[in-house]
């Protein structure tokens, strides 16, 4: 059940690989129909990380306001949309807006597909379901070239390279039906039976019954776990918005009336609280009573595991039950704002902030998907004050890293780099066949070490391999060496693909709580993208200035990556979500 569901989800990531593989070859063809420039040719690769990087934030206000299933199966428009606007363009502007719409469906998969995974996963193999995406990314590519070749001598061939994303596009679209929920989203939401239920069939490959409220000890064990993570992390919230209203209140005093952030910090306040009123139902309704009977239960104090007893433990403050699901953890220090230290915001401020805020009216009047995505956009700021400022930071510097190394531009222009070579156009896209192979090479080593070995241990040695095959890039691009630079590309991507290709989502996944990960995540694969954007559209031309030089450029780079790894990036491997955040 766990596979299937990966490898459904991850169809995005094939799609994704696809158009990675497909442009280099097709922009041979586009380059003759259209009598390209060397400008028109960045600005055509180009576009899709442009687009990609507007679709990462959409993506994280449609996961948090619909779902993590849903947005996968609204993901799939674009990828219609922009393959066939593409297939039948005649003009430049047409093929650009087809790879922005494209962009946004990239956008959207690489922020919602890990997220989803990684909480569909248990812990012990959350790291090779993850890196199911970047699987299906490999096999994208490779299919792309595949085609790229066996189309390259038919008139118009291009088009139809272009326009057959959408036959996996159009099978995405059943995401609704085919896919459970994200059962920490059910949690948020609080629908706990629902969570029980998916829950159950990925880990024991058994559809619950219709109505059960009873699972394995296991499972419920795990469901409790996941609802203390949940309470804690809106606990954790809390503290922010105290911390953004102290902000925005003394900001008002200064500047005498509203301020501009006050807007910024009432989204915060009711899009990190938001749950609050369905964990009210919850204890009036004791929704989960029957559905926590496992050997948790007795560990937090409920011995009778009735459901009035368990109402009576989720509504009672002094029990076990209710202070480990809606207590801070103890040991974390108070936010401190920029004030002076006897305005200092503590613990017993949140409860005061919090009373004043009608969770219930806010609630009842729902905001809709566009005041979600404004409110995805203002977090963002207020996690770079919060308590996970750092591990924002670190995702991104990382994604920063993972594409100004030009890892992206290298797979994209790799045909126009060997034919700068002197090789011929036909036996440039036949080659470059082989660099999906390394690629998918790197993924196996990382599906076989990233549970064992860890993250970080690949993360420094996948940067110094990185370092080597750039360097030996620069060598055979000097010597104008197509069997050099060949090599060198595919020793470059084996080493990217066992490091940060997939790493990357995995750690997006991992370090950030519930609460913080859509603007985390939208805004870590965002840097990624523009990143990814600005090596595409720039590389042409820093080539055709720099000629070898470029690559000891994007060397240098991958260099700096190890370093800041060795000192930044912490160890992940075998944690629980729990844990983690």
Not at 21 to 34: P, S
Not at 438 to 458: C, E, Y
Not at 482 to 509: D, E, H, K
Request: charged fraction near 15%.
């Amino acid at each position: 059940m766990l596979l299937r569901v990966s490898l459904f989800a991850a169809l995005g990531g094939f799609l994704y690989g696809y158009d990675m593989g497909l442009i280099g070859g097709a922009l041979v063809d586009i380059r003759r129909d259209f009598n390209t420039s060397e400008g028109q040719d960045e600005l055509i690769v180009g576009a899709t990380k442009v687009g990609a990087v507007f679709g990462t934030f959409l993506g994280g206000a449609l996961m948090v306001h619909y779902g993590r299933r849903v947005a996968i199966a609204l993901d799939s428009i674009f990828f219609v949309g922009g393959p066939l606007l593409m297939a039948v363009s005649h003009s430049i502007a047409g093929l650009v807006v087809g790879r922005l719409l494209v962009g946004f469906g990239i956008g959207i998969s690489a922020v919602v597909v890990p997220a989803y995974l990684g909480e569909v996963a248990p812990a012990g193999v959350r790291g090779r379901i993850v890196e199911v995406y970047e699987v299906l990314l490999c096999l994208g590519m490779l299919m792309a070239v595949l085609a790229d070749w066996g189309l390259q001598h038919v008139a118009g061939g291009w088009r139809w390279m272009v326009g057959l994303p959408v036959l996996p596009a159009l099978v995405l679209s059943a995401a609704l039906v085919l896919l459970p929920e994200s059962p920490r989203w059910l949690v948020v939401q609080g629908r706990l039976d629902e969570a029980l239920a998916v829950m159950h069939r990925v880990l024991t490959n058994v559809r619950l019954p219709q109505g059960a409220q009873r699972s394995t000890a296991e499972v419920e064990d795990e469901l409790l776990a996941l609802w203390s993570s949940v309470e804690k992390d809106k606990a954790a919230a809390k503290e922010c918005v105290a911390a953004a209203t102290g902000v925005v209140r003394r900001r008002r005093r200064r500047a005498g009336g509203r301020s501009a952030g006050d807007a910024a910090a009432r989204r915060w306040k009711l899009w990190s609280s938001g749950a609050d009123g369905r964990w009210q139902q919850l204890q009036e309704s004791g929704a989960p009573s029957e559905g926590f009977r496992g050997s948790g239960m007795k560990a937090l104090g409920a011995h009778d595991s009735s459901p009035r007893a368990l109402q009576r433990a989720l509504s009672d403050p002094q029990s076990p039950l209710f202070r480990t699901l809606s207590s801070v953890p103890q040991g974390l220090p108070p936010i401190r704002t920029r004030s002076n230290p006897e305005e200092m915001t503590t613990d017993s401020d949140v409860g005061s902030i919090v009373k004043r805020t009608d969770t219930a009216r806010l609630l009842q009047a729902a905001p809709g998907f566009w005041h979600t995505q404004g409110t995805v956009l203002a977090a963002v700021w207020h996690v770079l004050q919060g308590p996970e400022r750092r591990a924002l930071i670190l995702a991104l510097v990382i994604a920063f890293i993972d594409q100004a190394m030009a890892s992206t531009a290298v797979v994209n222009y790799a045909p126009e780099m060997l034919m700068r070579a002197g090789l011929p156009s036909s036996d440039a896209t036949l080659w470059t066949s082989a660099i999906p192979g390394a690629k998918v090479l790197g993924v196996g080593i990382t599906l076989l070490l990233v549970d064992s070995a860890g993250r970080r241990p690949l993360m420094l040695w996948g940067s110094a391999a990185c370092t080597a095959a750039l360097l030996l890039l620069a060598a055979g691009d000097w010597r104008q060496s197509p069997v050099l630079m060949l090599a060198a590309m595919c020793l470059f991507l084996l080493a990217f693909s066992a490091s940060y290709a997939g790493l990357f989502w995995i750690l997006c996944s991992e370090l950030f709580s519930m609460q913080a990960k859509a603007p985390a995540a939208s805004a870590a694969t965002a840097m990624l993208f523009a990143g990814g954007a600005a090596a595409d559209l720039a590389f042409l031309s820093i080539h055709s200035a720099m000629g070898a030089g470029s690559f000891l450029v994007f060397g240098a780079i991958a260099a700096f990556g190890g370093v800041y790894c060795w000192v930044a990036l912490p160890e992940t491997k075998g944690r629980s979500l729990a844990e983690l955040v």
